[in-house]
């Protein structure tokens, strides 16, 4: 009796070991701002978690007033997914109140537990973007957007500023905002090179702004998605295995006739 009594508390030990495990590693979505210098090292960061949070889900981090020069700003996130895709569609309204221009803004945003397209897929990333302003609004020369695919859940690096490596897919789009309306990335779309996907996957985006030369107001919006070409190929080396099992059955099936009207 007493020896059951062990491997019952070892077995809860275990599974409880096991949850916490998989709690650490489930990031959910998340949203980091983080201010740089000139030189691209952190001056201030905030951090948005949502652990309740999930693909398909829609998350808004307002960070108005928890970075000296990047003021008054908003990052929304739409994640929408499906058979065989996932997407996520981020508007950044960014407003810039700070007496040094050289300031830089890296937004991160990221989300966990992804499983379309399924497992197994080879799989390509698309994204696209744009920046908003007016004629008297915020001004910038440079935008550099990326979106990547990283397996498992993983959450967003404990260093603010420092962005997340292991990237599949990666695809990478460069921008400005220099006068009133709309104005593309650049490639706009661009493709990732294909790869094989797992589940869960996480989707990460980045968004770097630099350059600013004027103080205000405009928007910066990029959408990538992840989707699932064809299954994953078998190696050559099984192919040619099994195109070469039907004429082996047949050479033995020949064998075993002729041995048996021998006999």
Known sequence: MFRYRRLLLAAVVLIAAATAIQNQAHAAFQIRVTQLSSGGVSE???????????????ISFNFATM????TGNIVSNVSTTGAGFSSHDTTNSLTYSGADLSKKLLIEI???????PTAGAISTITSSGST?????????????YTSGVINGNVSLSGTPGTTLGGQMGMTTNTGLLTGAGSTNFAPNPTAGAPFAIS?????????????VTRRGSGTT??????????AAPAPPALVMA??????????????RRAATKVA
């Open 221 to 230: 919006s990029g959408s990538s998605e992840v989707d699932g070409v064809l």
């Open 242 to 255: 099994l195109c070469g099992m039907p004429a082996v059955f047949g050479y033995t099936w020949l064998r």
């Open 110 to 116: 990221l989300g966990d537990s992804y499983t379309n």
């Open 132 to 144: 908003t302003g007016t004629a008297s609004g915020l001004r910038y020369t440079s935008v550099i």
């Open 199 to 211: 589940n869960p996957f996480t989707f990460y985006q980045t968004f770097l702004i630099s350059g």
């Open 44 to 58: 201030a960061s905030a951090t948005m978690n949502f652990p309740a949070a999930g693909p398909g889900d829609t």
């Open 67 to 70: 970075l000296p020069n990047w």
